[in-house]
């Protein structure tokens, strides 16, 4: 949880940035049934066209 909020921080202040083109968050989530049961999936990131950065959780 404390990378997700520290990740959220960093996309927040790269986006307040004037002399570069804007941070743009991206986020997913997805759930999946199989033999192992029911499993979730998370990630958040962000892109700026040229660089993407992501965690997955």
Known sequence: ??????????????????????????AGAGVSVGNAGVSTNANLGATNGILSVGLSL
């Open 1 to 26: 949880m404390k990378q997700a909020l520290a990740l959220i921080a960093l996309v927040g202040a790269a986006a307040c940035g004037a002399d570069a083109p804007p941070v743009k968050p991206t």
